[in-house]
């Protein structure tokens, strides 16, 4: 190694890998909280209905909920 590669080098990179993930999967919940609360008032405005609205809302949000778990234990 040359004398800059060395230091280029011996930066660590698991925490900054660390807060990646956790910014990414961050992000990606609020994007599935947005598209839900989207997707309900969609749906409230075609269907007129609020107990179909609120059921496909509550479905959507347990997908998100069981995505979320993944995502982190594919990040653990």
């Known amino acids: 190694f040359k004398p800059w590669e060395r230091v280029i080098s011996d930066i660590r990179l698991v925490p900054k890998m660390v ?3 956790v910014f990414s999967t961050v ?3 609020a994007k599935q909280l947005w598209d839900a ?3 309900y008032d969609s ?3 075609a269907t ?3 107990q179909v609205a609120q059921q496909h809302y509550e ?3 347990t997908q998100v909920v ?3 778990a993944l995502l982190i234990v594919v990040f653990v």
């Open 66 to 68: 069981w995505q979320t």
């Open 59 to 61: 479905a959507y949000l």
């Open 19 to 21: 807060m990646l993930m």
């Open 48 to 50: 007129q209905n609020a």
């Open 37 to 39: 609360n989207t997707f």
């Open 43 to 45: 749906l409230l405005a």
């Open 27 to 29: 992000l990606i919940v």
